[in-house]
């Protein structure tokens, strides 16, 4: 079966750094992508990944392993308004998009 | 303003009754989907139309239907509403799947909240 796997809830302080995990395990793998979905809002698009490496964008950065089925999402200068979930989510062969429960973020000032 | 719409944002239903619910898109991106999300679960794909005139089963599909009569609409149906279809829904488009070369990001509608009692 497709799996992906993150931690339910993180808790970090305003101005530091954090990282969000996720593993997947997927039938096929065409990207990875990282979005932010506030409480009672819509997700939104942060990042994707298709090649290994660390792609970064302003405080934002996410990196990505293919042969470990593993990405992290690096956050820095935590802001009080980052409080939200941090969804994982792989497009598979078939290009659709199996997601993580999502990672809660809370911001301690 | 670019981007999509859903209706109602919220509904509560008797269990039993017929509710469509509405998704508009005005970016002209051929793909649309349906999803469902639950507390502790992912967003769980119901339905999608990778373009005008043709849909698919996703994850979970039964006791739904869609259809896709023009690029911009895509309505989701509940036939006869049932307690376990209380969720919060969300459309999302795309501009072309696994075609476009680039990362075919999903965006997003407001979401509709739909409590069946």
């Known amino acids: 079966g497709q799996n992906i796997d993150q931690p339910t809830e993180m808790t970090a302080t305003e101005g530091a750094i954090v990282q969000i995990n996720c593993t997947y395990q997927?039938?096929?793998?065409?990207?990875l992508f990282w979005y932010q979905q506030h409480a009672g809002e819509a997700p939104t698009f942060l990042s994707y990944n298709v090649l290994d490496g660390l792609e970064e964008k302003g405080r934002f950065s996410s990196f990505l392993s293919r042969s470990k089925g593993y990405s992290y999402l690096l956050l820095k200068e935590l802001q009080m308004k980052d409080s939200a979930s941090y969804l994982c989510a792989v497009l598979d062969s078939n290009y659709q998009l199996i997601w993580g429960a999502g990672t809660k973020l809370i911001i301690k000032p | 303003i670019a981007g999509i719409t859903q209706a109602p944002t919220s509904q509560i239903l008797a269990a039993g009754r017929r509710m469509t619910l509405r998704c508009t898109q005005d970016?002209?991106?051929?793909?649309m989907y349906w999803y469902r999300q639950d507390l502790g679960l992912g967003l769980r794909l119901i339905h999608y139309s990778n373009t005008a005139g043709t849909t698919g089963k996703g994850e979970v599909p039964d006791g739904y239907s869609v259809s896709r009569a023009n690029t911009d609409d895509f309505p989701l149906t509940l036939a006869s509403a049932v307690p376990s279809q209380t969720s919060v829904y969300f459309c999302?488009?795309?501009?072309?799947?696994?075609?476009?070369?680039?990362?075919?990001?999903?965006?997003f509608g407001p979401g509709t909240r739909l409590t069946v009692l």
């Open positions: 999302a488009s795309s501009d072309s799947p696994g075609t476009s070369g680039g990362p075919d990001t999903q965006y």
């Open positions: 997927t039938s096929g793998f065409n990207g």
């Open positions: 970016m002209r991106h051929n793909a």
